[in-house]
């Protein structure tokens, strides 16, 4: 009954570690681990900055 026991478990574990691969390969490709998000922040940053510098120099 223990073997049993431990060959279940040892499926399940495969089982989730396989979900996990396919779940981090899937966010890769869709690009959900890309870094758009920081680079448009960024990109907004130094937008801000130009025109604060632009203001400043009106002045």
Do not use: F, P, R
Not at 28 to 56: D, E, K, P, Y
């Amino acid at each position: 009954m223990e073997e049993k026991a431990q060959g279940a478990i040892d499926y399940l574990l495969i089982i989730g570690a396989a979900i996990l691969v396919v779940a981090i390969v899937i966010l890769a490709i869709t690009g959900a681990l890309n870094n758009s998000g920081v680079n448009g922040q960024l990109g907004s940053a130094q937008s801000m900055q130009s025109s604060a510098w632009s203001s400043l120099a009106a002045q």
